[in-house]
T-cell receptor, first 112, second 117 residues
Framework: EDQVTQSPEALRLQEGESSSLNCSYT??????LFWYRQDPGKGPEFLFT???AGEEKEKERLKATLTKKESFLHITAPKPEDSATYLC?????????????FGSGTRLSIRP | NAGVMQNPRHLVRRRGQEARLRCSPM?????VYWYRQLPEEGLKFMVY????????ESGMPKERFSAEFPKEGPSILRIQQVVRGDSAAYFC???????????????FGPGTRLTVL
């Protein structure tokens, strides 16, 4: 069964303290791995898509990497406005468009 | 370019009533997905639709729930005879045609928060 596991469930950092969020996955036929950010009371906001092992993408203080079994979201020198829940999701199977399977998310809190 | 639009943003229903949730995809997007998020839980896939077709409804409860995406107008998620356990945030997402865009990211709307009294 396709599965996505995120760790830790919650992470509290001091402003400027870099860290990484983990996303482990087991899927048959990975078509893409996605990272989203979700603020309370809002819909998920798209951040990155990764398609193959070794791929990396960056946006401001965030960098996403992908291996055959997991993805990391590295956050460098975070600011309080980076506080949110970060969701990892995978699209699997052999159809060009199909459902996304989400992990439970990591709640990130950045203290000033 | 307007994003995915959902309405209403908040919906309150009493047990036994019907709930209708609407989703207008981003311009140029032909794929619509519905997800449910229970408090303190992750997003769960419900159904994937293209215009006038249900492609994958494997996450949809067998009873009381239905979805459509007509040729004209928004996609509708319909819940009949709502129960307290249906209280959740319902999110719609859309994606562009893969063959023309080469992209398969899904972009989410702000959600409809359903409360069943």
């Amino acid at each position: 069964e396709d599965q996505v596991t995120q760790s830790p469930e919650a992470l509290r950092l001091q402003e400027g303290e870099s860290s990484s969020l983990n996303c482990s996955y087991t899927v048959s036929g990975l078509r893409g791995l996605f990272w989203y950010r979700q603020d309370p009371g809002k819909g998920p906001e798209f951040l990155f898509t990764l398609y193959s092992a070794g791929e990396e993408k960056e946006k401001e203080r965030l960098k996403a990497t992908l291996t055959k079994k997991e993805s990391f979201l590295h956050i460098t020198a975070p600011k309080p406005e980076d506080s949110a829940t970060y969701l990892c999701a995978v699209q699997a199977g052999y159809s060009s468009a199909s459902k996304i399977i989400f992990g439970s998310g990591t709640r990130l809190s950045i203290r000033p | 370019n307007a994003g995915v639009m959902q309405n209403p943003r908040h919906l309150v229903r009493r047990r036994g009533q019907e709930a209708r949730l609407r989703c207008s995809p981003m311009k140029g997007h032909s794929h619509v997905y519905w997800y449910r998020q229970l408090p303190e839980e992750g997003l769960k896939f419900m159904v994937y639709l293209q215009k006038e077709n249900i492609i994958d409804e494997s996450g949809m409860p067998k009873e009381r729930f239905s979805a459509e995406f007509p040729k004209e107008g928004p996609s509708i998620l319909r819940i009949q005879q709502v129960v307290r356990g249906d209280s959740a945030a319902y999110f719609c997402a859309s994606s562009p045609p893969i063959l023309t865009s080469g992209r398969n990211e899904q972009f989410f709307g702000p959600g409809t928060r359903l409360t069943v009294l």
